[in-house]
């Protein structure tokens, strides 16, 4: 049962390096999401996907980039790495979009990466 | 947008009384309602979800949580809490239209021996 798979599961960045959050899932869904969780607050939608070749930006964008070539994997990309950005993210999968679930579908989540930025 | 309010931050316990975790949203608008909880080092698992129907909604470990549409809330509740419920508790909203999940800051349940 892998579910959704998050790598890696802790890291520490330096201020202007580089790093790719590596996300997979076994499940076949084709909708995918990155949320970031900073302290205190609730989750936030950064990218999402809704197939292979498909994405869209979220609430809190700037700062990643993500690509979705294969219905598996969703990597998450911080390009210039900012304190800002120390957070513990997570990806999740679905069948189908938040708006067509019913009662046999549901998002699942990984079991998130922390970040911190220095 | 959609926001969503839990108002205690932490919920202290004991262990055999019930809890009640409170949850506001903002829209009037429809949307589905969902709970989620987070134990530590792991990442977030759907306890229950209000899409449609019914008001009152009973979810996995005998949670239960019931949708008020004019007071816009969504509360979550277990008669009984034991050890293992001490974990975080996320309440989300999504409107019925749209890819995202708004999600409330979360509420710390600690379960007291």
């Known amino acids: 049962n892998a579910g959704v798979t998050q790598t890696p599961k802790f890291r520490i960045l330096k201020i202007g390096q580089s790093m790719t959050l590596q996300c997979t899932q076994d499940?076949?869904?084709?909708?995918m999401y990155w949320y970031r969780q900073d302290p205190g607050m609730g989750l936030k939608l950064i990218y999402y996907s809704v197939g292979a070749g498909i994405t869209d930006k979220g609430e809190v964008p700037n700062g990643y980039n993500v690509s979705r070539s294969t219905t598996e994997d969703f990597p998450l990309r911080l390009e210039l790495a900012a304190p800002s950005q120390t957070s513990v993210y997570f990806c999740?999968?679905?069948?189908?979009?938040?708006?067509?679930?019913?009662?046999?579908?549901?998002?699942?989540f990984g079991e998130g990466s922390w970040l911190t930025v220095v | 947008a959609q926001s969503v309010t839990q108002l205690d931050s932490q919920v202290p316990v004991f262990e055999e009384a019930p809890v009640e975790l409170r949850c506001n949203y903002s829209s009037s608008v429809s949307v589905y309602l969902f709970w989620y909880v987070q134990y530590p080092n792991q990442g977030l698992q759907l306890l229950l979800k209000y899409l449609s129907g019914s008001t009152l909604v009973k979810g996995i470990n005998g949670f239960e949580a019931e949708f008020n549409k004019s007071q816009t809330s969504f509360h979550l509740r277990k008669p009984s809490v034991h050890i293992s419920d001490t974990a975080e508790y996320f309440c989300?909203?999504?409107?019925?239209?749209?890819?995202?999940?708004?999600f409330g800051t979360g509420t710390r349940l600690t379960v007291i021996p």
């Open positions: 499940m076949n869904h084709n909708y």
């Open positions: 989300a909203v999504s409107e019925s239209w749209a890819n995202n999940l708004f």
């Open positions: 999740a999968s679905s069948s189908i979009g938040v708006q067509q679930l019913n009662s046999g579908n549901t998002i699942y």
